[in-house]
């Protein structure tokens, strides 16, 4: 049944073969070829996680790492130009260069938001914009390895036909960008109303089968994993462990955007939880590998409205809360039954991380106060900053600590959301800083007399 076939490839820069396979992530023995179509341990039905070669690894010093990503890095060689690609050998070393699905994703930017730390005092701030990338959120990074391996499956006879995956909007405009680029079909199920404008476009135009369903997303969770029972559509949702192979390596580019320096804090919203296991799981191997010494401590941002992970988290992780989620305007954390819990958990137990949850009026907010200094942020980045800020404020991180706050989207996505806090007009929020455009007739006094009144406060 599920047999790992070895499938090896030298990296090209060097001479030893490495492996990946899946694992059970509670640690149930069986090992299964990332190429078979298997999303969840066969023996006790918990999440797979891909597991590497560590002894090859750590075959190359931490010197020969770094000097090979820092020469990859940015180039046009394909696929190593890519963010994830020149990490290739810790991501899936064992796949063809020729079946790379890429747009050269990840290598974002990471900036020192000045302004917005000094008037939280807390100066050595930096922005992580995860959202400038091909779709627009940092799903990019998962799907481009998604797509990838499932490009090698069926060009080596795999009966798949179809890639598949219910979303909050961010996982299928990747997955329709990357299935459009492979000539893979890609069917996105979508909760009805529930997604942004630019959210529900974006798959259309790239020619996917979207299915708009009279439910929330933990009910087109329900739906897909029905529908992919049969092995030829594959499902390409977080519980695809996959994705966090990609989406680990954003922990990875801050510290070799820091010059292999750790820093304190990360604080990244969540929902389905699966980015912040990833984040971890990126980090530890730098560890492992000896290129790094210490963890950050990692905080978990949640809406209040759609908070189970802050719930466990409050009950020391005794158990796993499900709740049902409430509307939140950071609709792509929008979900009460979070897929990746377990490895989420570790996640924050072993960085002495934290969660922490944001209302609608403290995310809308956050978001608004970091715009009047130069960003575009979306609310689920406005939720990590309104918990960042609540952070500071107790004291929890100190004003001399060194934070990045992952910014998930592109703010351009949630134009509703921004047109919504400026009108005045988003529900439970108190529009602090509505900036909205006057009105005036063309006449010359007027607008003069405006610009005085304007400037002098
Ligand atoms: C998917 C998404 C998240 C949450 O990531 P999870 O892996 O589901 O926790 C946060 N922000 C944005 C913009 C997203 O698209
Ligand atoms: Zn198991």
Known sequence: MHHSKPSTSASPAGTQPFQAHFRCFRGCPGEYSIYDVIYTCPRCGGLLEVQHDLAALRQRSAQEWKALLESRAG??????????????????????????????????????????????????????????????????LGMTVLVSVVRQMIRRGSSVRAVAAASTGDTSAALAAYAAAAGIPAIIFLPQGKVSPAQLIQPIANGAHVLALDTDFDGCMRIVQEVTQDNSIYLANSMNSLRIEGQKTVGMEIVQQFDWEVPDWIVMPVGNLGNI?????????????????????????????????????????????????????????????????????????????????????????????????????????????????????????????????????????????????HEGSLDGVESDYANPPVYLPPDPDVVKETIQRKLNG
């Open 277 to 421: 296991s990833a984040l971890y799981k990126g980090l530890k191997l730098l560890m492992d590998l000896g290129i790094t010494d210490r963890m950050p401590r990692l905080v978990a941002a949640q809406a209040a409205q759609a908070n189970p992970f802050y719930r466990s988290f409050q009950q020391g992780f005794q158990e796993k809360a499900v709740v049902q989620a409430q509307t939140t305007l950071a609709s792509a954390i929008q979900i009460g039954n979070p897929v990746s819990y377990e490895k989420a958990v570790q996640a924050i137990q072993e960085t002495g991380g934290l969660v922490e949850q944001a209302t609608e009026h403290e995310l809308a907010n956050a978001a608004a106060m970091a715009d009047l200094t130069g960003m575009y942020t979306c609310p689920h980045t406005g939720t990590a900053l309104a918990v960042l800020f609540k952070l500071v404020e107790r004291g929890v991180i100190q004003g001399h600590e060194r934070v990045v706050v992952i910014s998930t989207a592109h703010g351009l996505k949630f134009t509703p959301f921004k047109v919504g806090y």
């Open 75 to 140: 180039t046009t060689r394909w696929p190593y130009g890519s963010g994830v690609w020149s990490k290739k050998e810790w991501v899936v070393p064992n796949l063809d260069d020729e079946n790379v699905v890429s747009m050269f994703e990840g290598n974002t930017n990471l900036f020192w938001a000045e302004r917005l730390g000094r008037q939280i005092g807390l100066p050595d701030l930096w922005v992580k914009l995860s959202g400038n990338s091909h779709t627009g959120s940092f799903k990019d």
